[in-house]
């Protein structure tokens, strides 16, 4: 049988100052009807860029695209954009990464799903509403009836990508692409999306091409696999043959990176990834950090109590209709030299936690001593000299570097700020700093873009380092990175732990790297902390009904486990807006074991 | 909705009734006597004292406003020093001079100021885009007085298409009201066609790029539905509050336009309160124009509210 979809020598060159530059080379493979190939590989790796190309989405006068790409026998590059144009949403569908901007916000989804029937089937108004509705329901949309007039905006991530497969699907496409279409969703809603995608691709015997970074999800849902490496196809195969025995040394690479949760089974402290040559595939295991953490000692950090709200709405008067009740009478301890990691999804209150206990947002009620300091009751002065024992890095690497700044005079400006050293003092400091994070002091004159996101997450933790923190918020620090970036400023921080001591609150969605660096583990959800304890308690012995499920949905990146936990859920995230006179519920807690508590009501 | 509407109306009021301090102040701080303007050749104490008398300029400052503020809210704006006509009748005959020039200014504006942006934004870095930055920049930068004076050289004195100036009613005589007023209006649409042309550009120029648009290029939809549908619906939104708050400049008057084409609106009638110290006038017509600014303003964030669905669940 002929593949639906063959690319043969697809290379893509993008228009560049410099010439020409090819982007993606020589890749060639094919998807067969019925069959999911993942197109896996790093940021950079022309993975996206393949996919625009088969749709032929890219900017013809910045992009020359070259090779050939057909689909059932005809060559998509000799096409016209007029024929490309039925090809595309019609025999080529595709979902993309975004579902917070890829719904147009002018328009409800109905029309946006009947847009793709009316131009494609060439359907009547009412006879696309008719069957957009079907296909919202058959997305399993809750309420499809009502919630076909609704907008993008009121709909969460995860139905906002029910509605793009919804779209996607709206004319029995031969071939889906998705493009890291669970990338931007919580675990639990990225299980559901997964399995969705699954079923109607065998009720329909579509072809999927899936494009992913995540080995979880290659092994979760991938029959072949295609590896990527800097615009280079370097091997191909069946998944599980990738998985059990990968030829080359960069997917061999790969697949030691990926943090793999249940890995640390048996290991008594945060354990260092090991060090992979992504050239070689060479893999040499790290130590340990061991004995970080002051036996006896008081907390650095004690939170007790602490509740962080956020007014919404105004009535006639101009007060608020209620509250986003973010942060919920949350209390713990952090310890020198410990790592505590806040987990859980989008909006349970973690990252509010850890600015609230540097006040960067204001907290409404709670007791936060953090070295010393009565965080919530300081002075501005001495907010500012707090801030010396606090500091706390971003997710964002792109974003969080002032780019009109030299990274110089980003890492010197809070040492500068608090007097701790002047000119040419501040600069041999800056050095130092930079040698501290792995970046040569020659360095210092360059501007943030000059820098990959690893580098520049590193930046930013030289910058925080200059004010000796005793503690140090973590947030999503190592979420945007490529998981051989992630292991090595993982590495880093672990590394700066151990010398100096630095306590960290870890706020992280990503279990499995936190099971490798945290002390300990507090389990968030609807801004309260559900279930808190050492961290082989919390993944050997989860006892919080949420702390189960959370754990049960992460990928594993062994294509033998497959679908071991199917389970046809359609769960959303629930809001933690509340009305103004609600009254939080009285929560009782047991202790399981030493330190490992568990909210019971 | 109303009650959106309401809020802001009520919002709006503290705002109008410093405007009204000021406005009343500001006359107070101008130099010169209206009573010396008004008494003319006259200098005798007496009767310069009896005038003070008669328009109560012996009042405390506090007294004046309010008998002032109690006057403007049941319509009494005063009496014009100079004509001695009551100020609500000379805006009464002026207002419609000056609305029917700023809405055919800024018709003509948005007829050729948002195709021109969408053009220039869809053939970005192109011959077209070029050509319309140009035409806009010129817009922009050549002073209405001369394109008006050279308008009426080619059009009404060359060509005789047009009237050179004047103004009838367009109750009188409809056709003949826009023969006169279409020169002026174009001479000041162009110039707010360039800057809606510059901004309709830059918000297409970010709408194309969003994510939305490129799934509605995924989707197969044709150019036209992509650009005029699904961009455009979006890049509308900043547009229409840049167009309410040019509108609501167009009010004030456009001082040099009317005096080139011998318009009788609110430009002409401020400037002439201004050198004849006419202060009732000037008071009268700044409130007015602050009015109709602020319900420009108003108008603006009603229409995004309704454009926007992200705003009308909000409210």
């Given amino acids: 049988m002929a593949p639906v979809l063959s690319v043969r020598n697809l290379t893509t060159a993008f228009k560049t100052d410099d010439g020409w530059k090819s982007v993606v080379r020589d890749v060639s493979f094919d998807v067969n009807a019925g069959e999911t190939v993942a197109i896996v590989g790093e940021s950079g790796s022309g993975k996206s860029v393949t996919s625009l190309s088969i749709l032929g989405l890219l900017d013809p006068k910045r992009s020359r695209v070259t090779g050939d790409i057909d689909l059932d026998g005809r060559n998509l590059l000799t096409l016209s954009e007029t024929d490309m144009r039925k090809i595309r949403g019609n025999d080529i569908a595709m979902i993309f990464q975004e579902p917070m901007t890829s719904l147009n916000p002018v328009f409800t989804v109905g029309r946006q799903i009947g847009e793709v029937l009316i131009r494609h089937e060439g359907m009547s108004r009412a006879a696309a509403r008719q069957e957009t509705l079907r296909l919202m329901e058959r997305v399993r949309i809750p309420n499809a009836q009502t919630r076909i007039d609704e907008y993008p905006h009121q709909f969460s991530g995860g139905m906002r990508q029910r509605v793009m497969i919804a779209m996607a699907l709206a004319s029995r496409p031969k071939l889906l692409i998705a493009d890291e279409p669970t990338t931007a969703l919580d675990v639990t809603i990225q299980g559901q999306i997964l399995d969705l995608i699954k079923e109607l691709q065998a009720e329909q015997g579509m072809a999927v091409l899936f494009i992913t970074h995540d080995m979880g999800v290659v092994a979760e849902i991938a029959d072949r696999t295609v590896v990527m490496f800097r615009g280079d196809c370097v091997e191909t195969g069946a998944t599980s043959q990738i998985f059990a025995a990968p030829r080359h040394p960069y997917t061999r690479a790969l697949l030691a990176a990926v943090p793999r949760l249940g890995s640390m089974t048996g290991q008594d402290w945060p354990l260092r990834f090991p060090k992979v040559d992504m050239e070689t595939g060479a893999v040499t295991p790290q130590p340990a950090v061991v004995g970080s953490v002051a036996q006896g000692g008081s907390p650095v950090l004690s939170v007790k109590g602490l509740v962080t709200r956020f007014d919404v709405g105004s009535d006639l008067l101009g007060r608020p209709t209620g509250a986003v009740h973010a942060v919920e009478n949350v209390s713990f301890d952090l310890f020198h030299g410990e790592t505590l990691s806040l987990v859980g999804e989008s909006g349970c209150g973690k990252s509010t936690t850890g600015r609230s206990v540097l006040r960067l947002v204001e907290p409404r009620e709670g007791d936060i001593t953090l070295d010393g300091y009565d965080v919530r009751h300081l002075a501005p002065a001495d907010l500012q000299r707090m801030r010396r024992s606090g500091q706390m890095i971003f997710q964002d690497p792109f974003s969080s570097l002032n780019p009109r700044m030299t990274v110089g005079q980003t890492v010197a400006e809070p040492i500068v700020k608090h007097g701790l050293a002047r000119g040419g003092a501040a600069r041999a400091r800056v050095a130092e700093l930079l040698d501290q994070v792995g970046l040569p002091a020659a360095m210092m004159d360059r501007y943030p873009h000059e820098f990959s996101g690893g580098q520049r997450q590193r930046i930013a933790i030289a910058r925080v380092l200059g004010l000796n923190p005793k503690v140090i918020v973590a947030d999503e620090s190592v979420s945007a990175l490529d998981v051989s970036i992630k292991a090595q400023v993982c590495n880093l921080l672990m590394d700066l732990q151990e010398r100096l001591k630095i306590a960290y609150l870890f706020i992280s969605h990503d279990m499995a790297v936190v099971e490798r660096v945290s002390h300990r583990i507090a389990v968030m959800y609807l801004g309260e902390i559900v279930e808190i304890g050492p961290r082989e308690a919390i993944f050997g012995n989860p006892q919080h009904p949420y702390t189960q499920k959370l754990i049960a949905a992460v990928p594993v990146p062994d294509p033998a486990r497959r679908g071991l936990r199917r389970a046809a859920s359609v769960d959303e995230l629930k809001s933690p807006v509340r009305p103004r006179d609600y009254v939080p519920a009285v929560r009782e807690w047991a202790e399981v074991g030493p330190g490992h508590r568990v909210m019971v009501a | ?315």
Wanted: with cysteine; glycine share 8%.
């Fill in chain 2, 1 to 315: 909705m109303p009650i959106y509407i309401l809020k802001r109306i009520l919002g709006a009021l503290p705002t109008l009734l410093i405007v009204s301090v000021l406005v009343f102040l500001l006359q107070k701080l101008l130099p010169g006597d209206p009573v010396l303007a008004l008494a003319g050749e006259e200098r005798d104490p007496a009767t310069l004292a009896l005038l003070r008398e008669q328009y109560h300029l012996n009042d405390p400052l506090v007294t004046q406003y309010f008998r002032w503020l109690g006057g403007v809210l049941t319509g009494d704006f005063g009496i014009s020093l100079r004509t001695n006509q009551p100020v609500l009748e000379l805006i009464g005959q002026k207002l419609p001079v000056t609305l029917q020039l700023a809405a055919m200014s800024m018709i003509f504006a948005m007829l050729i100021g948002i195709p021109a942006g969408i053009i220039a934004a869809v053939k970005k870095n192109t011959l077209l885009d070029w050509i319309a930055n140009i035409v806009a920049l010129s817009g922009l930068s050549i002073p209405n007085f001369w394109l008006g004076i050279m308008l009426i050289l080619l059009v009404s004195v060359n060509l005789g298409w047009l009237p050179a100036s004047g103004y009838e009613s367009p109750l009188v005589d409809f056709w003949l009201s826009i023969k006169t007023m279409l020169m002026p209006a174009f001479v000041l649409g162009t110039g707010l066609a360039a800057t809606l042309m510059r901004h309709t550009r830059s918000a297409m120029l970010g709408v194309m790029s969003a994510d939305y648009i490129r799934t509605a290029r995924a989707k197969g939809l044709s150019t036209s539905e992509v650009v005029l549908t699904h961009s455009f619906r979006n890049a509308l939104l900043p547009i229409i509050t840049l167009s309410a708050l040019l509108f609501g400049e167009l009010l004030a008057g456009a001082v040099l336009t009317e005096q080139i084409f011998t318009i009788p609106g609110f430009g002409k009638l401020i400037v002439d309160a201004v050198f004849n110290r006419d202060y009732a006038v000037v008071q009268g017509v700044v409130l007015c124009t602050a009015v109709g600014f602020l319900l420009m303003n108003l108008i603006a964030d009603v229409l995004s509210v309704i454009m926007n669905p992200r705003m009308r669940s909000a409210l």
